[in-house]
């Protein structure tokens, strides 16, 4: 769950993300005065050129720490066998 300032730190700048094209599976993204790729599968599938999308980056803590341990295991088993 997220608190209340990682919730206010979503979209905390009020430049718009815009499409701006698309390149084969991949989508241009229009942020202020850059642009930045997204895989065309992570947009819903209605969006087209000239949208302007909300994104929201949540760190997933579960996912971190399960990843952690398998590196860790393989590790292990690298380094002890």
Same mark, same amino acid.
């Given at each position: #769950?997220?608190?209340? !300032?990682? %919730? !206010?730190?979503? #979209?905390?700048?009020?430049? +718009? ?8 599976? #991949?989508? &241009? ?8 790729? +997204?895989?065309?599968?992570? +947009?819903? %599938? !209605?969006?087209?050129?000239?949208? &302007? ?13 399960? %990843?952690?341990?398998?590196?860790? !295991? +393989? ?7």
């Amino acid at each position: #769950m997220q608190s209340k !300032s990682e %919730r !206010s730190r979503i #979209m905390p700048r009020r430049e +718009l993300l815009v499409i701006d094209r698309f390149e084969e599976d #991949m989508a &241009v993204i229009e942020y202020g005065r850059r642009t930045f790729t +997204l895989p065309r599968s992570l +947009l819903p %599938r !209605s969006a087209k050129e000239g949208d &302007v999308i909300k994104l929201a980056v949540v760190l997933d803590p579960e996912a971190t720490a399960r %990843r952690k341990k398998e590196v860790r !295991s +393989l590790a292990d088993d690298v380094f002890e066998g």
